[in-house]
């Protein structure tokens, strides 16, 4: 069964910073494109950041992008989002969620998702 | 970036009912399209990917089609289960757009 976990949010000051991670099972991790999906409070879902399997190539969203770098650790088969910088607008609720492609793309959709971690950046 | 228009924003309906949301590419995507369903409090779930291939446990009510830059997802005969948010996603490449979402809601 594939079990996908967030972690790390919290609450955190404008300007500050945060780590947040998921952990994976029941599938093998090193060899799919992981993402990291938000939705903001009452708001529809963003798409924040993907990394391919190997971490060689990251994608960021533009709102996103010199502020967060995602990460991935292939011997933990788990996914990481360094957030930094952060603002107000920042705040939501952020997913991790597996990549399913087909060929050697490794652009997809999102088949597995966890539940979630909230972020709330307020002073 | 590709931008993902979806119509109606709220759709109220009754059990039964046949329903159908339409969401709109800026540019060609193909086929790669994805649908989701969104429970209050819940994480998305895959409903159709392809435009049109079902994910696995999902019900055959549902169903999607289209390509290019138009896309309808239909729910043939409306379910209690089945009010909730639905959003489409592109996937023509590695800068993912979803559409902003239907609220679909008991008439």
């Known amino acids: 069964e594939v079990q996908v976990v967030e972690s790390g949010g919290g609450l955190v000051q404008p300007g500050g910073s945060l780590r947040l991670s998921c952990a994976t099972s029941?599938?093998?991790?090193?060899?799919?494109?992981m993402s990291w999906v938000r939705q903001a409070p009452g708001k529809g879902l963003e798409w924040v950041s993907t990394?391919?399997?190997?971490?060689?190539?990251?994608y960021y969203a533009d709102s996103v992008k010199g502020r967060f770098t995602i990460s991935r650790d292939n011997s933990r088969n788990t996914l990481y989002l360094q957030m930094s910088s952060l603002r107000a607008d920042d705040t939501a609720v952020y997913y991790c969620a597996k990549v399913y492609y087909v060929g050697t793309s490794g652009v997809g959709y999102f088949d597995y998702w966890g539940q979630g971690t909230l972020v709330t950046v307020s002073s | 970036d590709i931008q993902m228009t979806q119509s109606p924003s709220t759709l109220s309906a009754s059990v039964g009912d046949r329903v159908t949301i339409t969401c709109r590419a800026s540019?060609?995507?193909?086929?790669?399209l994805a649908w989701y369903q969104q429970k209050p409090g819940k994480a998305p779930n895959l409903l159709i990917y392809?435009?049109?291939s079902l994910q696995s446990g999902v019900p055959s009510r549902f169903s999607g089609t289209g390509s290019g830059t138009e896309f309808t997802l239909t729910i043939s005969s409306l379910q209690p289960d089945d009010f909730a948010t639905y959003y489409c996603?592109?996937?023509?490449?590695?800068?993912?757009?979803f559409g902003q979402g239907t609220r679909l809601e008991i008439k």
């Open positions: 392809k435009a049109s």
């Open positions: 996603q592109q996937y023509n490449s590695f800068q993912f757009t």
């Open positions: 540019q060609s995507i193909s086929g790669w």
């Open positions: 990394i391919r399997s190997s971490g060689s190539s990251t």
């Open positions: 029941g599938f093998t991790f090193s060899s799919y494109t």
